[in-house]
Structure formats: C-alpha cells, structure tokens
C-alpha cells in the first residue's frame, strides 16, 4: 500500500496487536521510491555469477534504508555473514555448512535439556546453583505476550509431559552445564517481554525460536553467555530470516560486534569503554552540558548505558530501529568485516586471494571512509556518536531543566518514540567529522621534541 506522500506503509510489515496500537509510537520510516533500497535494485547489484557490487547498495541504504522484503538477507552481507565477492554457489555452501553447524549445538542443547527444540520454554529455575535439579518448574505451554504466561493445570497432560521433561534431571555436576542451566528461565523471562506488541510474538513457535536461539548461543559462547538485553536484539533476527539456523548466525554476527558490551567482571561492565567514549566526545564537542552533567553526578553517563547495550531498540518504534540498525551498518561498512568474522578453518571464502585486495573506499561505508581519510584507528563506532547527537539536540533542555540526575533520565526516556532515525545518523556523521578534526587539531599543537632535544635526553 503506498500513501499519497509517496511512501509506502511500513508498519503493515511488522504488525501490531490490535489492542496496542494507541500505545506503540508510529514509524517515521516510509519506504521511497528512489531512496529506499528495492528489490530490483539489489537484485541488480548482483553479477550473474552472484558476485555482489556492496558500493552500489550502501549509498542508498544510508539514504532510505531497506525494503522490508528483503531487508533479511541485506543483513546478512552488512553484519559480515557473506563475502560480497563470493558466488551463489560459495554463499549456498556456507550456509548449509552453518544450518548444520547450529544444528548440532542445538542437538547437544537437546540432549542437556531435552525442551530445547521442543517449541516450548521455561520461566522458572530447573536447578539450582549447586546443580540440584528443581522440581515442578513452570513450563510454559501457551502465551499471550499481553497478559503475560496463561499456565495449564496440573491435570493437563501436555503440562504433565513437560513437566517431566523438564524435571527429568539428574544432579549436574559440571559446572559449564550448571551456569548454561541457570540462564534458561531468564532468557524464558526476556522472550516473554520481548517485543511483545507484535502480532508475529502471539504464535508459541515464534517465541520458542527465540528462546532455543538464545539458549543454544549461551551455551557456544562461554565467555559472555546469555545477558538481558540480548533477546531485543535476536528479535528482529527471527523475524527477518525464515530459518533459524540463518538467524542464529545472523544474531552471531551482530553480536560478534557488540559482546564486548555484555563481558562483565567483579568491577566493570563491557559498555563503559564506550559510556568512557562518550563522555571524551561530549567534553571535546559539547564542554559545557559534560561540565554540567558532571556537576549532577552523571559524568560516567550511565544514563546512556540502554541506549549502546540494545543499539537504541527502545528509543524508537520497532520498525525505525530496524532502519536505524542497517543506516548504521551501512555508514560504517568494511569490505575486511567478512575477513576478520570468517572460520579460520574455512577453505570456500579463499582467504590469502581476499587478503592481498586492497580495500576499495568505494566498497566502504561513508563512516568508514571517513575514518579511513583522516587515519583514524581508534574503536569509535557510529553508535557512540549517535547517543551523542541525541545529547545534542537535548542539551539545551538539560541545561535548563536538569536538577539531578533523576532528570536527566526523564528528559531522554520523554524522547522515546519521537526519536527521526535519519536525523540521529546524520546528526552522528556530523558530530564525528567535527570530533576529528577537532583531535587532529589539538594533536597538531603539540609541540614535538627537537632531534637535539631527543639526542641530549
């Protein structure tokens, strides 16, 4: 359906619960002709051997996002899944190659926990720290994500098998198995409060996806696990890609780039590198509202800490944050992302012939060029700069209207749902344009040691 402003409704593809609509904000995101990356037009970035021309797409991508119809597959060559300068033939073997990976950790999930690819979930322990199975758990069986889990009764006898599947445990003893076990409920929790304004979230088997995808990624990735905040960004994965195999990969990838922000340790959260960022941005390009939120006793700008661990999922509507996503991937495109995110033991991707390319700027997302053009190595990326356009367009409203830190919060959660997409990135572009020239030029006045200085030393 196109609307008379000639853009066509978005929303439609994304639907929401009739008894939610008044409370969900509504996208700003209109699919253009012309602007939007379409079907014909990607499907033209291809040569007939599949090899793809990435350069032709990104422009386009940053300018008005992607068609919801193949907004999965795009996806899946911004987060590094494929090597656009690989064949049909190539992509078509990495993919089984990884359907049949995922596969097996989710059949040695299977055989842990035997509700992993079941099509039902837990929200209630089934062990406790010790490793002692829990008897009688909670196992959900049927949900309406607007009331919460609508339990069977006892007498039930699909309840009763699940039950027993769920309770059929032994004392674990391994540790690994103890702390993967742990996490189940509360990735069971998160699915059921996950985009749950969403009609496709009302089937059973939609939300079990989620949970098995989750279960199975906390089991392969023993450093980090399972955190909250990750099912907000799976969720969009199970939508967009039909089979869960491709989806856990998709979520891999895009968690390849931000699971340093859920490493915890006794002292520290992974985000604060980048809330540390933040606050070195703001100071250089803003001083006055840094000062003023130092006076408030924000300066470590945990206020911000949602916005970077769940890529801003609940400052905007559904759908714009899905364009949000892929503005930024595109902006900040690298043609080595698919070097860097490969299998070393690959042997389809011909590593050492992509090594010796050198990278193409045409091939680079405009971000990354611009990184590229002033010799900037330092790890900043585009999320940062956007959570720091936003305190921007704020910062007179929190200069005068912030008291504590209490307001502070209020002002930025006030901005959820009235947030533009496209706005906040060229917002971004601009504030990281500005930032390095601003380093670049307060480096260049830094005097240097003379030879004769060096050689008296």
Known sequence: MWRSDGGEAADSYYEIRPECIDDVPKTRFKIKAGKTLSVRKWQAAFNPDGYLDIGKTLGRIQRGGIHPSIRGEVWEFLLGCYDPNSSTEERNQIRQRRRVQYNTWKEVCHQLFPLIGSGKFITAPVITEEGQPIQDPLVLLETNPGNGAVLPPPDNAASAASSEAANNLEMVTDKRIIQWM????????????????????????????????????????????????MSDLCSPM???????????????????????????????????????????????LDPKLHEHLEHLGGGDYLFAFRMLMVLFRREFSFCDSLYLWEMMWALEYDPDLFMMYEEPDSDSEKPEELKRKAKSKSQCGKYEREKLKNHSEAPLPISVFL??????????????????????????????????????CTGAMKLHK???????????????????TEHSS
């Open 182 to 229: 742990l996490t189940l409920h509360q990735i069971g929790l998160d699915v059921l409060r996950t985009d749950r304004t969403l009609v496709f979230y009302e089937k059973q088997e939609n939300l079990a996806k989620l949970w098995d995808i989750l279960a199975v990624y906390a089991w392969v990735d023993t450093d980090v696990g399972y955190c909250q905040g």
């Open 238 to 284: 199970i939508m967009l890609l039909e089979d869960e195999g491709d989806a856990f990969w998709c979520f891999e990838r895009l968690m390849r780039r931000l699971r340093g922000n859920f490493r915890c340790t006794d002292s520290s959260v992974g985000v604060e590198s980048q809330l540390s960022t933040l606050a070195s941005i703001t100071q250089v």
């Open 387 to 424: 959570v720091a356009s936003v305190l921007k367009d704020k910062s007179a409203k929190l200069l005068t209207e912030a008291r504590g830190l209490d307001d502070v919060v209020k002002i930025l959660n006030d901005m959820t749902g009235n947030l533009d997409a496209k706005k906040a």
């Open 434 to 452: 500005k930032y390095l020239k601003k380093v670049v030029y307060s480096l260049s006045l830094v005097p240097k040691k003379s030879s004769s």
